[in-house]
């Protein structure tokens, strides 16, 4: 008996030996040219064909597995390994992959060097016009997906090949209602050493080229990354229109009530009733994510500035926008719904009003789940005995599907650095200050959880929007009184209505003057609820726009300067 236990011992080490030695060869890519490459190049397996192994990563259950490696001046000739030491999600070592056939596909996520004006230099993935998604970034380079068995017997050695790259984008084109801007930024070309831009779609009017005397309003709808003006559509419902089907919603044909709900918006927006304004989404996206939060920062750059002293002057220019404080106005949710809070607070003569949705944490003592400032660990509650999970993703009955820790996890695996592109590494792009290597100091330890006290202490300085508005009311009140609405649904799948709770309390104890904010919860409410009591989530979500710009047309009469002009705008 002895005998056999020592046996098998020795087979169970031998056997990690040799699982050890699974290898993916990828050679250097020459059909797609000779210069040296940067990025992150990625394994993806799944169990299934339902997709590209690179369109099923993600928090969830059913989340299939990436393996990733850095790759800094990959040379023509060279060959890269993807073995053990490559980090993994959900498996994170290569060792503990089950054995069987998986649908196999290595990308290579591209690298851009950047020279900044603070002496850094980074290697970063700019925007090729995708939004900041690894998968579908233009350029590129990926495999179409073959099927290999893994035995982890220690014979594993195969080679896979990038034959295909990501091809270009092809910009929106100008129709009658909708205009696109561009500009370069002088203040974000000089930060980042290269020529940098930002942008925005633009919805005129219904009846811009027929008023050329008027002067409008402007509506700034903030949000992702948009690639065009999202739910605006002048053609009805496509009547061959295949019905898909939204888990999220338990619903099928989603697709078309969304195009019936922008065609319905058309309908409103060139009807005889609806307010006259300018209605922009803008695009700034960062070397770090499809958008740069609308505010500075020190791994970022000055994106706040440009786009409140570069961008809405030019937008208001070019297509006649009144080109005052009292005349501008934000709404948006989650990502939009923190920028345009932060916006109304860091700019407060320059904007006059913010409708927030389910806004990213807006109080850091409520970081989603965590109280960045107490607790120890990110990813876990310590007791004495046990340690237990915090929660990061659940559904409107409370039932979790993710933890913290797993989407921190996925992002280590997609990038380090805070080089993801995804939720967690943006936020410690645009709060955190910038670390001895020149890229984001970690809120934690990306792998352990651990908090590291001093990079809070400088994000409540900074970006703690809670915080920040109680510290300075005494210098900003009186330009942001009644100007301030949140709403948020009380199940928010990431827990950010626990932050809004806080926030209130601390809109309620502003005095001289009082801060008449508005903050509203809906029950049992998911992500991006935004105030609309009579409809179901999944419906008002799309009606942004009506929502808001009506509201603030009829609040804009008292709280406006004397004597402006509130009527010619509302013909």
């Known amino acids: 008996m002895k005998h056999c236990f020592l046996l098998s011992l020795v087979l169970f080490i031998c056997g990690l030996q040799l699982q050890a030695q699974t290898k993916v060869l ?18 993806l397996l799944s169990t299934n064909n339902k997709d590209e192994p690179r369109f099923q990563i993600s928090d969830g259950p059913q989340t299939q597995q990436v393996f990733g490696i850095n790759v800094d001046n990959w040379m023509p000739g060279q060959t890269k390994t993807i073995d053990v030491k490559a980090f993994g999600y959900p498996v994170e070592n290569m060792k503990q992959l089950k054995p069987g056939t998986y649908h196999v596909q290595v990308l290579l996520h591209m690298y851009e060097t950047f020279k900044r ?52 984008i092809d910009s929106p084109k100008d129709t009658k209602y909708i205009k ?26 219904e009846g811009w080229d027929t008023h050329p005397t008027v002067k409008y309003p402007l509506a700034i709808f903030h949000g992702h990354f948009p690639d065009d003006f999202s739910g605006f559509r002048t053609d009805p419902p496509d009547p061959n229109l295949q019905p898909d089907y939204i888990a999220r919603f338990n619903l099928s044909g989603y697709n078309r009530i969304v195009q019936q709900e922008a065609y319905n918006f058309y309908k409103q927006w060139s009807g005889p009733d609806f307010p006259r304004v300018i209605a922009i989404e803008i695009q700034h996206p960062t070397p770090y994510y499809d958008d740069s939060y609308a505010v500075n920062s020190a ?3 000055p994106y ?26 934000m709404y948006g949710g989650s990502t939009g719904g923190w920028e345009v809070l932060a916006a109304q607070i860091f700019y407060p003569t320059q904007f006059n009003g913010c409708y927030s949705a389910c806004p990213d944490p807006i109080d850091f003592r409520a970081y989603t789940v965590i109280d960045i400032y107490k607790d120890k660990n990110a990813y876990y509650q310590e007791g004495p005995f046990r340690k237990t999970l915090r929660p990061g993703h659940r559904n409107y009955l409370g039932h979790v599907d993710s933890y913290v820790r797993d989407s921190n996890l996925r992002e280590l695996a997609l ?3 805070s080089r993801s592109g995804d939720q967690w590494d943006v936020w410690e792009s645009v709060y955190s200050p910038v670390g001895d290597d020149g890229y984001p100091k970690p809120i934690w330890n990306k792998y352990s959880g651990d908090i590291d006290t001093s990079v809070a202490a400088y994000w409540k300085e900074h970006y703690d929007l809670g915080h ?104």
């Open 26 to 43: 990828v050679p250097y890519p020459a059909q797609f040219g000779n210069k040296p490459l940067d990025g992150r190049l990625l394994l």
């Open 117 to 168: 004006k603070d002496g850094h230099t980074v290697k970063l993935p700019m925007d090729r016009g995708e939004g900041q998604h690894w998968n579908t970034a233009p350029g590129n380079l990926y495999n179409k997906p073959v099927q290999l068995r893994f035995s982890n017997t220690g014979s594993d050695v195969v080679t896979v090949k990038l034959d295909s790259k990501i091809p270009p």
């Open 180 to 205: 696109h801007i561009k500009i370069q930024s002088k203040l974000l070309t000089e930060f980042w050493g290269r020529p940098m831009y930002i942008g925005a779609h633009v919805l005129l009017p």
């Open 299 to 301: 791994n970022n750059g």
């Open 304 to 329: 706040g500035d440009a786009i409140v002293y570069e961008l809405i002057p030019e937008i208001e220019k070019r297509f006649r926008g009144i080109g005052e404080g009292w005349a501008r106005f």
């Open 415 to 417: 990038g380090t650095n």
């Open 468 to 571: 920040i508005l109680e510290r300075d009311w005494n210098k900003i009140g009186e330009h942001l009184k009644g100007k301030i609405k949140i709403y948020c649904g009380d199940m928010d799948n990431y827990y950010l209505n626990n932050a809004v709770y806080l926030m209130e309390e601390r809109l309620k104890k502003l005095n001289n003057p009082k801060a008449d904010a508005f903050v509203d919860y809906g029950d049992r409410a998911e992500h991006c609820w935004n105030g609309d009591h009579t409809q179901p989530n999944y419906i008002s979500r799309l009606r942004y726009n009506q929502m808001f710009i009506t509201r603030w047309a009829e609040e804009v009469k008292t709280r406006s300067p004397k004597g402006v002009d509130l009527t010619s705008w509302r013909y």
